[in-house]
C-alpha cells in the first residue's frame, strides 16, 4: 500500500477542499477582521521624542560645559566652576544639590565621570598651562584636587563596576583586602559597600595615549596611589574610551578605543596582571582598526541585566562608521585558560552611518544604545538607526531651518546614557533634556526576518500569524536551496493555514525528496492543537504509511537484510505509534500494519493505545497468532480477564504453551474462572494430547495451588475418568479430600460419569464412599472376588451388614455367580470346587458366617461328607459356646446365692 501511487486522488480531494475554503472566505469578506501581518504590510516604526526634563539646568551658574550620569544621577557642570546634581527617586521626584569646584581662574572644566553607582565624580579640569583632576564622593560637599594625576590630560575613564574575588594585599595608595566575587548575598553586599565608599580600581586614559590607574578612598584623607599600566607612547593613538569587566578569579577584561583602534585584552590577577606582558616586550595587536581617524571615537557595551551581569554586546562608533558585535563573556567567564581578550568576541559587523561619505565635521558626536537602536548625536539633528538593517528609522532635527517641533533648547553638546535605567539624556548649555522611543520592537521580528536572523525573528513575533510569516520564509529559503526537509520542518509548523497545508504537501510530494513529506507531516502532528483531532488523525495515517512505505524500500534496497537504516525506521515507527496512539484510528493503523506484515509494530500499538483486547482479537485470527497472543498476555499490564476471554483459542490451537503459561503464572489466575476452556477435554471426544496437558494444570492448581473447588476436582474426575487404566483416577478419589475427610469432588456426579464410562473400579469405590455398600459388594463381585471380599470389611462398626455382605459373597461363591433366587448349584465338578471354596470362605469371614448359614444356597442332593470338617468346626464351636454358657450361670448362681445369704444375715 503506497500513498505516491493514490496521489491523484488526494491531489483531486485538496482541490475540492480548495474551493471549500475560498467559498467560505467570499462569505466572510465583509466581516471585520484583525489585520494579518505579511511581508508587504507597511513597517510600524517607532517614534524618537525629545522632551525637556530641566529647562534652566545651570541654575544661574553660567553655561554647561559637561555631564555624566549614572544612577539615576545627572551631574552637570558649569562654566563659572559648579557641580550641579540632579537626582530622582522612584516616585520621578527630584533633588538638586550644588557644590563649588576650587580652581584656577582661568580654568575650565572639560569632562565629567561619573561611576555606575552615581556616587564617585572625576572631574577633568583644563586651565592655560596645566591639566588638574579632582575627585568628588556623593556625600562631600567639596571636591578633593589629586595631585598625582596633575598633568595628565585626561580623556577616557573605566571604572570598576563588579567587586573583586582576590584577597589584595595593596592597592595603589590603599592597603587591605577586598571580598570574594559572586560570594554569598552578605559578602556581595559587603563587596557592594567597598565600592560605595572606595571608587575600586579606576582606569585613567589620556590624550598621549597612556593608561593609568588608581583607587580613591572617600574615608581617607589621603589621596589614593596613581600607577602607569601601559603607554603607547603615540599620540596618534590617543585614549579615547575604556571599559573594564571584573571576572571570577579577579580576572579582568579591559576594552580601550582610540581613533583609529579597538583593543581589547584579559588577563590577571588585577590590572597589572593584563598588562604586564605589554609592559615587557609582547606588541598589543587590535581587535579592529579603521583607515581614517576620528576624533569622536567611542565604546559602549550593552548587558542583558543590571550591573552585576558582565556585557554581551559591544558598538564601536568611529568616523562614519560604528562596527558591533557579540561578546562571550557571559558564557566564557569562568575559564582563566583565555589570555587573549579577542576570544571573547564572537563577530563584529559594520554598519556605514548616514553621511558616510561626508567630512569629518559631519561625523556622529555621540552614541547611545537601546534593545534595538543606536542613537547618534550629529550637529543638527539626533538619529535612530535599526541595529541590523542599518537603516535610518526616526530622526529629531533642530537649528537654521528646521520646521518641525523638536522641543530641544538650544544647541544639543552631548548624549548620556545611565546604564542603570537604560534613560537617555540629551544636554546644551541651557538645557536637560530625555530621549524616549516608543514602538522601538514592535516590528523589530520583521527585520529580524529580512536579514535571516530568523531566530531572533520567532522570538520577537507576536502571535502565530507573525510566526507563520517567518517559517514560511524559512521554508521558502531552505527549498531554494535544495534542502527539501527542512523546508517541510518549516512549513509544517504554519498553523495559520496559509499557504494551505494541501499546497504545501503537494509541494513536497513534487520536490523528489521522500523524506521531506514525511518531515512536514511530522512537524503538522506536533504543532496540531487538542481540537484539530480530526486532522491529526488523518495526518498521523498518512505518517504512518509513509514511515510504513520507507521500512520496504529498506528491506528491498537491502535484498532483505535488516540494516542500520531499516532499524531506525523500525524504531521511528514504534516511537510514533507510542507517542500518537491517541490520534491514531485502530482500524485504520491495525489495516496498514496489518497490510505492511508488521505485527509486532501492531503490538507495540496495541500496547500504547490500552487496547490489548483487540489486539488478541486480531493475533487469534491468524494460523500462528496463538503464541503471539501468549507473548501480549504475559505483559504485566494484561489482565487476567483478558486470559479469561481467550483461553478456550488458545488452548485449542496452542495447548502445551497455553497450559505452560498457566502454570507459570500461578496465583495470579484463578482456575475456576478457567473452567469453560477447561471442561470442553474431560469429553469423550477430546485428544487426548490435549487432554493430558489440561490435567497437567487442573493437578497443578489443586496440588501447587491447593485449590479446593469442587468443579475443579469434577474437572479431575472426568479428566482421569478417560483414561485407560483407573490407576491415577482410584488414587485421585482417594486422595482428594478436605482437611475434615469430606471428598472435594461430587461423589454422586463421579459416579454417574464411573458408570458412563465403565469405570467399574472406580464404581465400587464411589458407592463405598456414598455407603452403598450392597450396591458395591454387588458390582465388585462381577469384577474381582478379593474387592467383594474388602468391600465387605469396611463397616467395621456394623456386625450385620458386614454379615449380610458376607452372606451375599458366599451365595454368589456357592451358586456360581448366579444370584438370583431360582438359581440352583448343579452337580459336577465346579460344584465340589465351590463347596471347597465356600468352607474357605466361612474361614475368611472372620466367624460372622456359620455353616448353617450357607447350607440353604447348596442342594438337597449334596452329601454331608463334603461339610464334615466345617460342620465338626461348628458343632465344636457351638459346644464350646455352651460351656461357656454354663461357666456364666454357674458363676451368676453362685453371686445370687451369696448375696442372698448376706441379705438374711442382714
Known amino acids: 500500500m503506497d500513498l505516491l501511487d493514490d496521489f491523484d486522488r488526494v491531489r483531486a480531494t485538496f482541490a475540492e477542499l480548495g474551493d471549500i475554503s475560498k467559498r467560505i472566505d467570499t462569505n466572510l469578506a465583509d466581516e471585520p477582521a484583525a489585520a494579518i501581518a505579511s511581508p508587504s504590510t507597511p513597517y510600524d516604526t517607532p517614534a524618537l521624542f525629545v522632551e525637556v526634563s530641566a529647562r534652566q539646568a545651570a541654575r544661574g551658574r553660567g553655561q554647561v560645559v559637561a555631564a555624566a550620569c549614572a544612577a539615576d544621577n545627572v551631574i552637570l557642570a558649569t562654566s563659572r566652576g559648579y557641580l550641579i546634581r540632579y537626582q530622582w527617586d522612584e516616585y520621578a521626584n527630584e533633588k538638586v544639590t550644588e557644590t563649588e569646584l576650587v580652581r584656577q581662574p582661568d580654568s575650565k572644566v572639560k569632562a565629567l565621570y561619573l561611576d555606575p553607582s552615581g556616587t564617585h565624580t572625576l572631574v577633568y579640569i583644563k586651565s592655560s598651562n596645566s591639566y588638574e583632576v579632582q575627585y568628588l564622593h556623593g556625600s562631600w560637599n567639596k571636591a578633593r584636587p589629586l595631585a598625582k594625576l596633575k598633568g595628565l590630560s585626561v580623556t577616557a575613564v573605566g571604572w570598576q563596576k563588579q567587586p573583586t574575588s582576590a584577597d589584595e594585599t595593596s592597592r595603589p595608595g590603599t592597603a587591605g583586602s577586598s571580598k570574594g566575587w559572586g560570594g554569598s548575598a552578605k559578602a556581595d553586599a559587603e563587596q557592594a559597600s567597598d565600592l560605595a565608599v572606595s571608587t575600586g580600581d579606576v582606569i585613567i586614559g589620556t590624550a598621549a595615549g597612556s593608561l593609568h590607574i588608581t583607587c580613591q578612598d572617600s574615608k581617607s584623607k589621603r589621596e589614593g596611589g596613581t600607577s602607569l599600566l601601559l603607554d603607547f607612547k603615540d599620540k596618534h593613538k590617543a585614549i579615547c574610551s575604556v571599559e573594564q569587566e571584573v571576572l571570577p578569579g579577579d580576572r579582568r577584561v579591559v576594552f580601550v578605543a582610540t581613533p583609529t583602534a579597538l583593543y581589547i585584552a584579559a588577563g590577571g590577577p588585577r590590572l597589572q596582571g593584563v598588562f604586564a606582558r605589554f609592559q615587557a616586550s609582547a606588541t598589543w595587536e587590535p581587535l579592529l582598526e579603521v583607515g581614517t581617524p576620528s576624533m569622536y571615537s567611542q565604546l559602549h557595551l550593552t548587558r542583558e541585566g543590571d550591573l552585576s551581569t558582565l556585557p554581551s554586546r559591544f558598538a564601536w562608533l568611529v568616523g562614519s562608521v560604528l562596527l558591533h558585535g557579540h561578546l562571550l563573556l557571559p558564557q566564557l567567564a569562568k575559564d582563566d585558560s583565555i589570555i587573549d581578550g579577542q576570544e571573547y568576541v564572537a563577530d563584529a559587523r559594520q554598519l556605514l552611518l548616514p553621511g558616510a561619505h561626508a567630512g569629518p565635521e559631519d561625523e556622529a558626536h555621540a552614541l547611545a544604545c537601546t534593545e534595538y537602536h543606536y542613537l547618534l548625536l550629529y550637529a543638527d539633528r539626533l538619529v535612530a538607526v535599526n541595529q541590523v538593517s542599518g537603516k535610518v528609522v526616526a530622526e529629531v532635527n533642530w537649528g537654521p531651518g528646521t520646521h518641525t517641533n523638536s522641543n530641544v533648547i538650544g544647541t544639543p553638546l552631548g548624549l548620556l546614557q545611565d546604564a542603570t535605567s537604560i534613560t537617555t539624556h540629551l544636554w546644551s548649555g541651557e538645557t536637560l533634556h530625555e530621549v524616549t522611543m516608543t514602538s522601538e520592537g514592535k516590528d523589530m521580528w520583521r527585520t529580524y526576518m529580512e536579514y535571516r536572523d530568523y531566530n531572533n525573528a520567532l522570538k520577537l513575533a507576536a502571535g502565530s500569524a507573525q510566526r507563520d510569516i517567518v517559517y514560511q520564509s524559512m521554508g521558502t529559503d531552505a527549498a531554494a536551496g535544495g534542502d527539501f526537509k527542512a523546508a517541510g520542518a518549516y512549513y509544517g509548523r504554519i498553523v495559520g493555514g496559509q499557504p494551505p497545508f494541501e499546497e504545501l504537501a503537494l509541494m513536497l510530494v513534487d520536490s523528489g525528496d521522500p523524506e521531506a513529506l514525511q518531515v512536514f507531516l511530522s512537524t503538522k502532528l506536533q504543532v496540531l492543537g487538542p481540537n484539530d483531532k480530526a486532522q491529526a488523525t488523518m495526518v498521523s495515517a498518512w505518517l504512518t504509511e509513509l514511515i510504513l512505505d520507507q521500512i520496504n524500500r529498506d528491506l528491498l534496497a537491502a535484498a532483505g537484510q535488516h540494516t542500520v537504516a531499516y532499524t531506525q525506521h523500525v524504531a521511528q515507527l514504534r516511537q510514533f505509534l507510542t507517542d500518537y496512539a491517541s490520534v491514531l484510528n485502530w482500524n485504520t493503523t491495525t489495516a496498514l500494519l496489518e497490510s505492511y506484515g508488521r505485527l509486532h509494530e501492531l503490538e507495540v500499538?496495541?500496547?500504547?493505545?490500552?487496547?490489548?483486547?483487540?489486539?488478541?482479537?486480531?493475533?487469534?485470527?491468524?494460523?500462528?497468532?496463538?503464541?503471539?497472543?501468549?507473548?501480549?498476555?504475559?505483559?504485566?499490564?494484561?489482565?487476567?480477564?483478558?486470559?479469561?476471554?481467550?483461553?478456550?483459542?488458545?488452548?485449542?490451537?496452542?495447548?502445551?504453551?497455553?497450559?505452560?503459561?498457566?502454570?507459570?503464572?500461578?496465583?495470579?489466575?484463578?482456575?475456576?474462572?478457567?473452567?469453560?476452556?477447561?471442561?470442553?477435554?474431560?469429553?469423550?471426544?477430546?485428544?487426548?494430547?490435549?487432554?493430558?496437558?489440561?490435567?497437567?494444570?487442573?493437578?497443578?492448581?489443586?496440588?501447587?495451588?491447593?485449590?479446593?473447588?469442587?468443579?475443579?476436582?469434577?474437572?479431575?474426575?472426568?479428566?482421569?475418568?478417560?483414561?485407560?487404566?483407573?490407576?491415577?483416577?482410584?488414587?485421585?478419589?482417594?486422595?482428594?479430600?478436605?482437611?475434615?475427610?469430606?471428598?472435594?469432588?461430587?461423589?454422586?456426579?463421579?459416579?454417574?460419569?464411573?458408570?458412563?464410562?465403565?469405570?467399574?473400579?472406580?464404581?465400587?469405590?464411589?458407592?463405598?464412599?456414598?455407603?452403598?455398600?450392597?450396591?458395591?459388594?454387588?458390582?465388585?463381585?462381577?469384577?474381582?472376588?478379593?474387592?467383594?471380599?474388602?468391600?465387605?470389611?469396611?463397616?467395621?462398626?456394623?456386625?450385620?451388614?458386614?454379615?449380610?455382605?458376607?452372606?451375599?459373597?458366599?451365595?454368589?461363591?456357592?451358586?456360581?455367580?448366579?444370584?438370583?433366587?431360582?438359581?440352583?448349584?448343579?452337580?459336577?465338578?465346579?460344584?465340589?470346587?465351590?463347596?471347597?471354596?465356600?468352607?474357605?470362605?466361612?474361614?475368611?469371614?472372620?466367624?460372622?458366617?456359620?455353616?448353617?448359614?450357607?447350607?440353604?444356597?447348596?442342594?438337597?442332593?449334596?452329601?454331608?461328607?463334603?461339610?464334615?470338617?466345617?460342620?465338626?468346626?461348628?458343632?465344636?464351636?457351638?459346644?464350646?459356646?455352651?460351656?461357656?454358657?454354663?461357666?456364666?450361670?454357674?458363676?451368676?448362681?453362685?453371686?445370687?446365692?451369696?448375696?442372698?445369704?448376706?441379705?438374711?444375715?442382714?
Open 605 to 906: 500499538f496495541a500496547d500504547a493505545k490500552g487496547d490489548q483486547e483487540a489486539l488478541l482479537e486480531y493475533l487469534m485470527r491468524n494460523a500462528d497468532g496463538a503464541k503471539r497472543a501468549l507473548g501480549v498476555l504475559r505483559k504485566p499490564s494484561v489482565g487476567p480477564q483478558l486470559v479469561y476471554k481467550f483461553a478456550p483459542q488458545l488452548l485449542a490451537t496452542a495447548t502445551t504453551d497455553t497450559v505452560d503459561f498457566f502454570i507459570v503464572s500461578g496465583s495470579t489466575l484463578d482456575p475456576r474462572q478457567l473452567l469453560p476452556a477447561l471442561v470442553r477435554f474431560g469429553e469423550p471426544g477430546a485428544a487426548p494430547a490435549q487432554r493430558d496437558q489440561v490435567l497437567r494444570y487442573v493437578s497443578f492448581a489443586m496440588d501447587q495451588l491447593r485449590c479446593d473447588d469442587s468443579a475443579v476436582a469434577n474437572l479431575a474426575v472426568s479428566l482421569l475418568s478417560l483414561e485407560e487404566s483407573e490407576g491415577r483416577l482410584l488414587d485421585f478419589l482417594a486422595r482428594a479430600r478436605n482437611p475434615l475427610g469430606k471428598p472435594l469432588f461430587d461423589a454422586k456426579y463421579a459416579l454417574r460419569l464411573a458408570k458412563e464410562r465403565n469405570r467399574r473400579h472406580a464404581c465400587v469405590k464411589l458407592l463405598c464412599q456414598l455407603g452403598l455398600f450392597e450396591d458395591a459388594v454387588s458390582l465388585a463381585l462381577d469384577v474381582d472376588l478379593g474387592l467383594a471380599k474388602a468391600v465387605a470389611n469396611m463397616p467395621e462398626d456394623d456386625d450385620n451388614l458386614r454379615r449380610k455382605l458376607w452372606l451375599g459373597i458366599a451365595k454368589h461363591v456357592v451358586q456360581g455367580g448366579d444370584d438370583t433366587a431360582d438359581a440352583v448349584p448343579q452337580a459336577g465338578p465346579d460344584q465340589a470346587a465351590r463347596i471347597k471354596l465356600a468352607v474357605e470362605f466361612l474361614k475368611e469371614a472372620g466367624g460372622l458366617l456359620k455353616i448353617e448359614d450357607i447350607l440353604p444356597f447348596f442342594p438337597d442332593f449334596v452329601t454331608i461328607d463334603n461339610f464334615k470338617g466345617a460342620i465338626t468346626d461348628s458343632l465344636t464351636r457351638y459346644n464350646k459356646q455352651i460351656e461357656e454358657l454354663k461357666e456364666e450361670m454357674d458363676e451368676a448362681t453362685e453371686i445370687a446365692g451369696a448375696q442372698l445369704n448376706c441379705n438374711l444375715v442382714l
